[in-house]
């Protein structure tokens, strides 16, 4: 190859990278920004350990090098692995979010085993959760079914004082926008934990056609799952590909709102970063390859969000 065709290619990879950032760094400007924080607001990102192959000691060591100030994991359930984890925990200094589920399809199996996880989170005499975020009920499931956990996690949230969450998340009671608000209308104690790109994938739309809905939930939005989804699926292959900057800005215009209140309020807001592996991760076929870094693209949003936010 000549210099001359070696000096035009490398311009041109140079000068199409810049083309692909560019878009990203023109983000529009954050509602959030502009509010000023009441004492009391802090902003905590948390990170999954889904995907993740190592040790709960090499997961912790790898969240809290990255500058995260915690984990969101589900509840181990054998006594070695708990201790396990709040070693890892304690080693690190790291704050701790843990997930909670039923998976039976029988109300009465899945109610107990819900409960009986919700308890020893709720229990546990190594580390208080600063929050517990609930894979709620089934879509299945009726009214009266679902609400049974509803009223389970309102009853344990009153006695414990711990902040306890129903994610907006396919599969489960609060699978679509409707419906969430459904159940909030009717148990105004409900909190969410707003994974919202699952709902551009259930509703197969940026929502713009429920704006009031959408609002509803924000303002009893307490956490968020910041995965961005689109109208196709629940995780776009990269957010920081220049195709996918509309859909991210909808996704920050919703994320601002809340944050925007949290700081008027002056609370606690708690960020998990939750791009997820294969098969939420866009693969290649046959070799079943991801097309983009799980990892990267979390510390990323974290970076990003932190900046937005802090």
Not at 96 to 104: D, E, H, K, P, V
Not at 112 to 138: E, M, R, W
Request: charged letters at 25%; a neutral charge.
């Amino acid at each position: 190859m000549s210099q001359t065709r070696r000096k035009f290619l490398q311009n041109t990879a140079v000068v199409t990278a810049a083309s692909f950032l560019a878009p990203i760094n023109n983000l529009q400007a954050s509602e959030a920004t502009r509010v000023k924080a009441k004492a009391g607001y802090e902003l905590l990102f948390m990170q999954t350990d889904w995907g993740f192959a190592g040790t709960r000691d090499e997961f912790c060591a790898a969240a809290k090098k990255e500058g995260y100030d915690g984990i969101e994991v589900w509840w181990p359930g054998e006594a070695n692995a708990v201790k396990e984890l709040f070693d890892a925990v304690k080693k690190h200094k790291l704050e701790i979010g843990f997930l909670c589920a039923g998976s039976q399809a029988n109300i009465k199996e899945h109610l107990a085993s819900f409960k009986s996880s919700l308890d020893a989170i709720c229990a546990n005499t190594y580390q208080k959760p600063v929050y517990i975020n609930c894979h709620s009920g089934k879509d299945y499931f009726s009214y009266e079914e679902n609400k049974q956990i509803i009223d389970y996690v309102t009853a344990k949230r009153k006695s414990t004082g711990l902040p306890i969450y129903h994610e907006t998340h396919r599969g489960r009671m609060m699978f679509a926008a409707p419906i969430a608000r459904n159940f909030a209308e009717k148990n105004p104690e409900v909190r969410f934990t707003l994974d919202i790109s699952h709902w551009c994938n259930v509703h197969e739309s940026l929502l713009s056609d429920q704006k009031e809905t959408i609002d509803f939930i924000l303002e009893k939005t307490d956490h968020i799952h910041s995965r961005v989804g689109h109208p196709e699926g629940p995780q776009v292959n990269d957010p920081r590909a220049p195709e996918w900057t509309k859909v991210l800005e909808a996704h920050l215009a919703w994320w601002d709102k809340v944050i925007a209140r949290k700081k008027q309020n002056g609370e606690r807001m708690t960020i998990l970063t939750e791009f997820g592996p294969a098969d939420y991760m866009p693969t290649l076929p046959y070799t079943r390859q991801p097309v983009a870094d799980q990892w990267a693209i979390n510390v990323h949003m974290m970076n990003l969000l932190r900046k937005r936010y802090q």
